[in-house]
């Protein structure tokens, strides 16, 4: 059984940083591309970061682009995003998922195959 969960998201000032992290069991992980998704109040979910299954090829949103980073540990099955100078806008359900293919430059969700129960970041001006 896949499960993919996320921690380290929290109530958080405008400026703060945070480091996401996504534990993944089940799977042959360093097999997938991960990618990070994140859902505010009444919108899409969004990609805002990917990264492929060696860690060599990274994506990002161009709305967090400089403040976000993906990484990964294959040998700790894991996956973060450090994110930067948090702003109220980055307010957000954040959900890790993992492909089993795919540019991990496209965007669409439904590519995913399998995801995480999400850890919500909320930003207080």
């Known amino acids: 059984q896949v499960q993919l969960v996320e921690s380290g998201g929290g109530l958080v000032q405008a400026g703060d940083s945070l480091r996401l992290s996504c534990a993944a069991s089940g799977l042959t992980f360093s097999n997938y591309p991960m990618g990070w998704f994140r859902q505010a109040p009444g919108k899409e979910r969004e990609l805002v970061a990917a990264?492929?299954?060696?860690?060599?090829?990274?994506y990002y949103a161009d709305s967090v682009k400089g403040r976000f980073t993906i990484s990964r540990d294959n040998a700790k099955n894991t996956v973060y995003l450090q994110i930067l100078s948090l702003k109220p806008e980055d307010t957000a359900a954040y959900y890790c998922a993992a492909k089993s293919g795919g540019s991990i430059s496209d965007r669409n969700s439904r590519l995913y195959d399998y995801w995480g129960q999400g850890t919500q970041v909320t930003v207080s001006s």
């Open positions: 990264i492929s299954w060696s860690g060599g090829s990274t």
